[in-house]
């Protein structure tokens, strides 16, 4: 059976770095992950780009989505790599090119229904790059749609958390913040940070903190798909 797609791009809090144990685990014989080019049922840590991968937001992105479409076959494609900066993920860079190869092996079983990303922390230690990161990022968005033959395809972005207000570094993390808020592209979606914590570190979401993150996706997802259905 086709799978539904989802592609999942971005850094650390996308990567997911929950710590394992702390919330139950979603098992689901209806959801599956793309590892080394081949489909396992899902199971936490969805990505493998630092030992410290644990619990992310796209296990409950995942569940929300399996209880809208109750027949639906789900394929995760993980793609996140921490502390990566939004340059990385530009047409011809590394993890761009990354993503859209992982995408189209996945897109030989299935058809994209989504891009979920997390990322920003990076670009919000440096005002010219928080400043330019509507901008750039909504050139990334466009180019990979048309990479992918997926031009409406919904784009679901994450707030930065409201902690990094106490951070050292990521002082310009409300910039950021208002210009994923603000994409002047069709079908995106802006799921909220607001009252989700941090795992001890200031910067990582905590586990439960990520579960209840994916839920804020999913409805993110669902209310786009709903407007589609309207047209």
């Not at 144990?21 to 979603?26: A, F, L, Q, S």
């Not at 900066?85 to 993890?95: F, I, K, N, T």
Request: charged fraction near 20%; charge should be negative; proline fraction near 4%.
């Amino acid at each position: 059976m086709a799978k539904d797609l989802i592609l999942l791009i971005g850094q650390s809090n996308m990567a997911g770095r929950g710590l394992l144990g702390e919330v139950p685990p979603i098992e689901n014989a209806h959801i599956a992950m793309l590892r080394a080019g081949q489909w396992l049922q899902a199971s936490e840590p969805l990505h493998t780009d630092k030992e410290t991968a644990g619990v992310g937001l796209a296990a409950s992105f995942a569940s929300e989505y399996r209880g809208a479409f109750a027949k639906a076959e789900v394929g995760l494609v993980p793609s996140a790599v921490g502390g990566t900066p939004l340059s990385r993920w530009m047409p011809g860079c590394d993890l761009y090119e990354n993503a859209l190869v992982n995408a189209r092996r996945a897109m030989q079983d299935g058809q994209l229904k989504a891009i979920l990303w997390h990322q920003g922390e990076a670009d919000s230690q440096d005002i010219a790059l928080a400043q330019s990161y509507g901008q750039r990022l909504s050139e990334m968005v466009a180019a990979l749609r048309e990479a992918l033959n997926a031009p409406s395809v919904p784009f679901i972005s994450g707030g930065l958390g409201d902690f990094l207000a106490d951070h050292a570094t990521c002082i310009h993390y409300q910039t950021v913040n208002t210009a994923l808020q603000n994409l002047p592209l069709p079908a995106c979606g802006f799921a909220s940070a607001t009252g989700l914590e941090h795992l001890g570190d200031g910067i990582h979401f905590s586990s439960v903190a990520l579960r209840e993150f994916g839920r804020r996706y999913a409805d993110q997802f669902l209310r786009i798909h709903a407007a589609n259905d309207e047209k």
